[in-house]
């Protein structure tokens, strides 16, 4: 095995972590944007290509899961205390629970108003058999924005301690994410 087969993330790992990242900030971008249009019917046509994203982003994070069991994640960095591994390792989990359950709560939510989602045109997702409820989807959406919220909280503190690690710890944990640079085991 090559050092950088134990030291880093394969890429299609790398490429799929940073297209998922990309995706979620745009995600959020828009959803702001529809919040500001200056009617209701252009923030619905704005939250469209929200919804269409949604099921982009659910399909990349699920051929990343389904990729990590093919190409599992290099060991973590020796240096790394017990208790940073564990905080990593919960706020992995939580991106990966939030970035799964949030697209199939929004699906569901969409589905109480009767309403399909299109991705851009080129196929849509049915409308679930769910009862035709706007309170209960409502509310489905208020914690859906509360979860995106957390989410990119989560971003916040999950790109500082990666930077933390890189630029003042200079244990390369960076690296490990990218295909250049030295990384360390
Ligand atoms: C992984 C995919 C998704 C992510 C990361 C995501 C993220 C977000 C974020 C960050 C917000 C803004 C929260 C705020 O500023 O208050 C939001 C709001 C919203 N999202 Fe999503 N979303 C996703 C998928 C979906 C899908 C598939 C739907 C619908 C089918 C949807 C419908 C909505 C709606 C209606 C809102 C406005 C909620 C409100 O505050 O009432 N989202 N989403
Ligand atoms: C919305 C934005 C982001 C999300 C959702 C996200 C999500 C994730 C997830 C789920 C992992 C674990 C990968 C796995 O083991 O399968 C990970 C690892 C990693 N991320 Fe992010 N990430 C985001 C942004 C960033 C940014 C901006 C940086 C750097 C500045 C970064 C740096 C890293 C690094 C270095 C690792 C590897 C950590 C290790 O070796 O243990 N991420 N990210």
Same mark, same amino acid.
């Given at each position: 095995m090559s050092l950088n087969a134990r030291t880093r993330y394969s890429g299609l790992a790398m490429l799929l972590h940073w297209l998922i990242a990309v995706l979620v900030i !745009? =995600? %959020?971008r828009i959803s702001e944007t529809a919040e500001e249009a200056p009617t209701r019917e252009a923030g $619905?046509?704005?939250? &469209?290509?929200?919804f269409a994203l949604g099921v982009v982003i659910f399909v990349l994070v699920a051929l990343?899961?389904? %990729?990590? =069991?093919?190409?599992?994640? *290099? *060991?973590? /960095? !020796? $240096?790394? &205390?017990?208790?940073?591994r564990a905080l990593a390792a919960i706020v992995h989990f939580? #991106?990966?629970?939030? +970035?799964? !359950?949030? *697209?199939i709560a929004g699906w569901i939510a969409l589905s109480t108003f009767g309403e399909a989602i299109s991705v851009w045109? @080129? #196929?849509? +997702?049915?409308? @679930? *058999? /769910?009862p035709q409820n706007?309170?209960?989807g409502e509310t489905i959406f208020e914690l859906h924005g509360a979860s995106g919220i957390a989410l990119l909280v989560?971003? &916040?503190v999950h790109t500082l301690a990666a930077l933390k690690h890189t630029v003042r710890d200079k244990d390369g944990t960076l690296y490990r994410m990218l295909p250049f640079g030295t990384a360390r085991g």
């Open positions: !745009v =995600q %959020w $619905g046509e704005i939250m &469209a290509n929200h990343r899961l389904v %990729w990590r =069991q093919v190409s599992p994640p *290099p *060991p973590p /960095v !020796v $240096g790394h &205390a017990p208790s940073e939580a #991106f990966y629970a939030l +970035l799964l !359950v949030m *697209p045109g @080129l #196929f849509s +997702l049915p409308v @679930l *058999p /769910v706007p309170d209960l989560l971003a &916040a």
